[in-house]
């Protein structure tokens, strides 16, 4: 009986890693989607522009570099996305991270304005943030200016 069921597993080795690869795939796929991105524990926080690297390969390409903070930890996102137009040492975006596990992250192409100064404690929690970037540190003195130019 062992002999039999050896054979069996010895025939259909690569059926079987097959199989167990594809299940892990999905497995990884609804854990990222429904687990560390559902709508409990997405946030959304200010990245920094940090660098870019030329990745060489097949297709040589370019990526962009953020650091972002979540409590006392820095941690990085890298984007494909181009960023030509903008000034490249000033840049800052809006980076999509997971409450539960803040390190799985992805940059969306927002720019931050200048004046926000520093998201909510927790990151904001929708998407897109209130268009007063509402529970940011705002810099109060730019926003007086703006007040005074709009009654003028």
């Not at 059926?15 to 409990?40: G, I, P, R, T």
């Not at 940090?50 to 409590?71: C, H, P, Q, W």
């Not at 927790?122 to 703006?146: C, F, H, R, S």
Request: charged residues 25%.
């Amino acid at each position: 009986m062992m002999y039999k069921f050896l054979h069996w597993l010895n025939y259909y080795k690569w059926h079987l890693c097959v199989a167990m690869v594809m299940v892990v795939m999905v497995a990884v796929y609804f854990s990222d989607k429904y687990y560390y991105y559902n709508d409990k524990n997405v946030r959304y926080t200010i990245g920094r522009y940090n660098g870019k690297l030329y990745l060489i390969g097949r297709n040589a390409e370019m990526t962009y570099d953020f650091s972002y903070r979540v409590g006392p930890v820095e941690y990085t996102a890298s984007t494909r996305i181009d960023f030509s137009s903008y000034q490249q040492d000033k840049l800052r975006v809006l980076i999509k991270y997971s409450a539960i596990n803040p390190e799985f992250s992805k940059v969306v192409k927002v720019v931050i304005p200048s004046w926000v100064l520093s998201p909510p404690k927790d990151g904001w929690k929708e998407y897109p943030p209130d268009i007063n970037w509402e529970g940011a540190v705002l810099d109060t003195l730019y926003m007086q200016k703006l007040r005074e130019e709009r009654k003028e």
